[in-house]
């Protein structure tokens, strides 16, 4: 692929982990059953921004079969860095604010809200494989992208949060965030052509997006079948969650 086809943005960090949490003191909560859901005391001032999001956020949640004993918890609390992970321990999937403000500088508000939410359903993913103790073929930070991409399709007809997330973990490679080869995570390029696939596999309507068309070309001509692809993930997704 010829790297100039990408747009150069900022970098920052995304889903590497930080390995450390501690139990927020004063929050507002909402919760059922199964999940709850924590703003930080002092997040409160910015409550209009993130409501959006976890409205979203819950709604994806209460779709899902979880049992009272799978209690999911979700915290959008200051971390040290801008970063996002779950905690299997703890049962709490942990969202940094410094991760949706850099988002929104490099792709705008709006924008950096849908990336911001693709990652808060990849961290589900984690969870939800820890909890319910799904069963997985392959690497799980590749799964969790999968099922994230199909979650996010299930919600809304518009994946771009999953597309965006991709360019970020590109643009992370391009500006010398090298992943390890032998750590978890797939490197940068990869991430993106995989989102970039999936996504527009489960939407062809991104397709008319000149960008989108390239990279698909690209993948097409290595034989790869975006819409394939897709439809394996969302049939094994669907089935493992219950999901009709
Ligand atoms: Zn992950």
């Not at 999001?53 to 209460?62: A, G, K, S």
């Not at 049962?91 to 705008?108: A, E, K, N, Y």
């Not at 643009?171 to 991430?191: D, S």
């Not at 990279?215 to 819409?227: D, F, H, K």
Request: hydrophobic share 40%; with cysteine; proline share 5%.
């Amino acid at each position: 692929m010829r790297l100039s086809l990408i747009p150069c943005l900022a970098l920052m960090l995304i889903l590497s982990a930080c390995g450390w949490a501690q139990p927020l003191q004063n929050s507002r909560q909402t919760s059922n059953q199964t999940f709850q859901i924590q703003l930080a005391e002092n997040l409160q001032t910015e409550s209009a921004r993130f409501e959006p999001i976890l409205e979203r956020f819950r709604q994806t949640l209460e779709a899902l079969p979880l049992a009272p004993q799978q209690k999911i918890t979700v915290e959008i609390r200051s971390c040290r860095q801008a970063n996002a992970f779950y905690i299997p321990s703890e049962r709490l999937i942990v969202m940094c604010p410094g991760l949706l403000d850099t988002l929104s500088r490099r792709f705008g508000e709006n924008q950096g809200q849908e990336t911001f939410h693709f990652v808060m359903l990849h961290e589900l993913a984690h969870a939800l494989i820890d909890q319910l103790n799904l069963p997985i073929l392959g690497n799980e930070e590749d799964a969790a992208d999968a099922m994230a991409t199909v979650l996010l399709l299930e919600q809304a007809n518009s994946p771009i949060g999953a597309i965006l997330a991709g360019i970020d973990f590109y643009e992370q490679y391009q500006q010398g965030f090298i992943t390890p080869w032998a750590g978890v995570h797939a490197i940068g390029p990869q991430r993106m052509f995989n989102l970039v696939c999936w996504a527009s596999g489960g939407q062809p309507g991104l397709l008319e997006n000149r960008l989108i068309r390239r990279l698909n070309s690209e993948m097409q001509a290595l034989n790869r079948n975006c819409s394939q692809e897709y439809s394996q993930q969302e049939r094994a997704v669907k089935t493992l969650l219950g999901l009709s």
